[in-house]
């Protein structure tokens, strides 16, 4: 087995728990009561699905509520709804991505993810144990920033192409079975995760390029 210089972590499901079920009920409070034809804990759809890929701004959504509300709904009321399926990302996986980067490896997040999800994680998940997301990864590849999304095979080779990152030497984490069945025909070792599965010892099964040296974060 090729050693492993990078680690791929997606998000939702992987680093953080989530519970879809309370963003369905929280749209449904709202009156947006087809929410369940949207959202998906893999994948959107519609106007969702075109906001994870940055081809339109939060804006877009919003007026699809306030149209099937059929009244005007509060911006942040809107947010509260699709941000209520994030629960928390353990201590013990933030202390994980640290601890792989004071290895060595280089650490990824590759997610799809919207502006309005992402930015509500940045300020009240990243941020707990006193850091910011930048310390935990060498680089963040967002599908609403891609204007790319998985499982297609695009995003794939634009983050190995864009990461310096040779197939065989990375490893993705992923709970989308589809992704992980992608990556790995790209050539990429890939773990499918189970729902808040803790996966670190599966890093013992992964050989460590001998090359690596421990730094200082």
Not at 3 to 10: G, L, W
Not at 37 to 59: H, T
Not at 82 to 92: K, M, T
């Amino acid at each position: 087995m090729t050693p492993i210089r990078n680690i791929v972590f997606d998000l939702g499901g992987v680093l953080i728990d989530y519970d879809l079920q309370r963003s369905i009920d929280a749209f449904r409070a709202l009156g947006f009561m087809q929410i369940d034809q949207y959202i998906n804990p893999y994948r959107q759809f519609g106007v969702f699905l075109q906001l994870e890929e940055g081809k339109v701004e939060p804006r877009a959504v919003y007026d699809l509520v306030d149209r099937e509300v059929g009244h005007h709904v509060d911006e942040r009321k809107i947010d509260a709804a699709w941000c209520s399926f994030l629960i928390d990302i353990p201590d013990y996986k933030l202390d994980m991505l640290l601890d792989l980067r004071r290895k060595g490896y280089r650490v990824f997040m590759l997610s799809n993810t919207n502006t309005i999800m992402f930015e509500w994680m940045k300020k009240n998940v990243f941020t707990k144990q006193g850091l910011t997301v930048d310390a935990y990864f060498d680089r963040l590849f967002l599908s609403y920033e891609m204007k790319l999304a998985k499982p297609g095979e695009a995003i794939f080779r634009t983050m190995l192409a864009d990461g310096d990152m040779r197939p065989g030497e990375t490893l993705l984490i992923d709970d989308g079975e589809a992704n992980v069945e992608v990556a790995s025909r790209l050539g990429l070792q890939a773990y499918l995760a189970r729902p808040r599965e803790d996966f670190r010892p599966i890093f013992a099964e992964y050989p460590l390029d001998p090359h690596f040296k421990n730094i200082e974060l």
